[in-house]
């Protein structure tokens, strides 16, 4: 499998031949913008933004930390983002008939397209009232996956291996000094350990959704950040986290840059009335409302203790740390 470069994928706008990884984009439900200047929509930053363990991290080499700048090419390459919206959790949306990234994933694997060859979903699922939301964040593969690399051993394993492995780093880009202060730059967690993630495995795709209501204090950073949504625009990088000096330097297998989103540009998705369960107050992650396309802070004391809650994270190695 071979890395791919960012360039050509920022660009708002395709030119030439369009491939079915542009068509999926276009289809997802939240747009793409220039990676400096968008406002609303999804970018593809480069690998080399982000601090990951480098050679020599557990060996006490590797610079500051053990970490550095990752390499600027993705493992996987962007096929679009989709910013939805239900009356109740949505889970395995590349199941579902409605779904239009895969659906062009679909039509490239039904007339043999040599680049359709793996899709991976990144479902981040959003607690709120009256709706729950998702940002769903596709990437595919254009070659095999090699079955022993790290990326091959994670998407063939077993849930407990995925947990064990699959990290986000984040990165603000801008926001108010609160939400730089709370999420930090940088910041990296294993989101299988510190959330309730969920896998749907097919023979061409994996989709990882991630209930960000399984963790009352992930929750409540979540509803500081979306209190300031239009203003903030953040980096989100996804890889495997490598365990040994023999799997080292950790890559992304893909990134996505979130650019002063607003709440009310999610796509409604209707659900059968038997398909899940509305959210309710009840669970962990249900303490925010969003009305008229804002997030409504109940708890201005929640605010006040944003950096606090932050740094009780138990993501080790925040703020570029790490052991």
């Known amino acids: 499998m071979c890395p791919t470069k960012p360039d050509s994928a920022n660009k708002a706008g ?7 990884r542009e068509e999926a984009a276009a289809a997802g439900s939240l747009r793409q913008v220039d990676l400096d200047r968008g406002t609303n929509g999804w970018a593809s930053p480069p690998g080399d933004l982000f601090h990951l363990r480098a050679r020599g991290y557990f060996t006490g080499g590797g610079g500051k930390r053990g970490k550095a700048p990752s390499a600027a090419e993705w493992l996987l390459r962007p096929a679009g983002v989709d910013w939805l919206r ?4 949505l889970d395995h949306v590349l199941a ?4 239009r990234v895969a659906a062009a994933f679909r039509r490239a694997r039904l007339r043999k397209d040599p680049t359709a060859h793996f899709l991976l979903a990144v479902n981040l699922q959003v607690p709120g009232r009256p709706d729950a939301y998702s940002a769903v964040f ?3 593969a254009e070659a095999p996956i090699p079955p022993d690399s790290l990326l091959g051993r994670f998407v063939n394993g077993d849930d407990a291996y995925r947990n064990a492995r699959f990290k986000i780093a984040n990165r603000i880009v801008k926001g108010p000094w609160l939400v730089r202060a709370t999420v930090g730059n940088y910041a990296a967690c294993l989101l299988g350990r510190a ?3 969920r896998y749907h495995k097919g023979d061409d795709y994996l989709e990882i959704d991630v209930d960000i209501g399984s963790s009352a204090i992930a929750s409540a950073i979540l509803h500081l950040a979306l209190g300031a949504v239009t203003s903030v625009t953040i980096d989100m990088g996804f890889l495997v986290e490598s365990q040994s000096e023999e799997e080292l330097p950790e890559r992304l297998f893909g990134a996505v840059r979130i650019a002063q989103m607003e709440m009310g540009a999610a796509k409604y998705v209707e659900l059968p009335p038997d398909e899940g369960m509305p959210e309710t107050a009840g669970r962990a992650g249900a303490g925010f409302r969003v009305s008229s396309a804002k997030v409504v802070n ?4 929640q ?3 944003g950096a606090k809650v932050g740094r009780s994270m138990s993501c080790p190695e925040r703020d570029n740390g790490g052991k």
């Open 303 to 305: 605010e006040h203790a």
């Open 14 to 20: 395709g030119s030439g031949d369009s491939t079915w």
């Open 195 to 197: 959330l309730t993630c």
């Open 96 to 99: 579902r008939d409605d779904n």
């Open 138 to 140: 596709y990437f595919a």
């Open 86 to 89: 239900s009356h109740a959790r």
């Open 298 to 301: 109940h708890s201005r004391q």
